[in-house]
């Protein structure tokens, strides 16, 4: 054998292994998992360590964002078999602080935020790798530091820009009207024109604009250890009222709409925390109500409205990604749930894939929903590191 034939054995033996590392998928659904019947669910990528929230793109591409590594990926279905085999780094270089989250699709561009920026993008090659990138707001305008919840929405809708970041703390006690936190500001495309759009929001991972109407939702997440300061000295109880309150919120965001956070929750209740809050009925007058109420301490995350007719019934429902919560006794959320629309408006729920197995063990964490071009509905876990398909199969 020539060494010439050698080195490119070793080679093809080197790419191949290569290849199979890369592109090793498990496909299994964990056994437990509850499926509603009709539905499907199957792993349509696995290779991607945490991966969190999805924005389709052209050619049926999906974009998928991972704070963990300050990446975002570009996946493709290049056969149309419901699975990606194609999986390439879009964006990198946003490693520590900075959570590279919200992402949106608009006029060629793929927009995207991190905590102190919003830029836009395209790949003018095709390469699945972004090419062009233009810083449109920094820090001066988006002046975000320290404390938790660092994960900046975005949603683009008739020429604005809108991007929220939640409350540094579990429920921080502030003007409504000062600071930068626990509201949506607007922007022009530009980055100029900077405006307040809505206030008194706790943590709204992912803004939707509502097809067909100039609407803004999002899922609202609820505070943690509501009635800790009681509850702790009369321990032999439990925690009877953290378990069911404050629900997470479905909202209908609106132009100077508040909503709530964090004197008045879910349907008009008062924050047991802010009993002596001077101006408590005036604030809970003012609240905007949510439009559905999901259960305590399920962390709803991210959400899609479906727009396609493989799923019977199903134009114009919203697809919910709750992924579960620390704060309940008896474990909430752990699943992807369908709410209902009528006339624009909630009026019930489906469970379409539960990861609670024997109310104990949690075999996935959903966190963000998309439409996939052929109408099934793609969403991700980023615990077991997974995007799922669920795709109506039956009657």
Known sequence: MSPYTRKMMILGLSTLVATATVHAQDRSVPDGVWVRPGFKLTVAESTIKSPRFLQTGPNGSLYVSVPKTGTIKTLKDNDGDGYFESVT???????????????????GWLWYAEVQGIYKSRDTNGDGKQDEVVKVIGADQLPVKGGGHRWRALAIHKGR???????PENASDEPVNE???KKI???AMDGTEKKLFATGIRNTEKLVIRPGTDEIWGIDHDIDQLALKWESKNAKFGQPITDHNPPAELNKYVEGGFYGHPYVLG?????????DKPNLIELASKNIIPEWEFPAHCSGMGMT????????HADGDAFCALKGGWNATQKTGYSVERVLFEDGHPYGAQKMVNFLKDGKEILGKPIDCAQAPDGSILFTDDTKHKVYRLSYVGK
């Open 179 to 181: 600071g930068e936190r």
């Open 305 to 312: 409205f479906y727009t396609g007719n493989k799923i019977p």
């Open 267 to 275: 349907k008009n209740v008062p924050n047991i925390n802010f009993l």
């Open 185 to 187: 500001w607007s922007f």
């Open 161 to 167: 820009i809108y991007t929220h970041i939640g409350d």
């Open 89 to 107: 780094t879009y964006v990198n270089g946003f490693e520590g602080k900075q959570i590279l989250q919200g992402m949106a699709w608009n006029d």
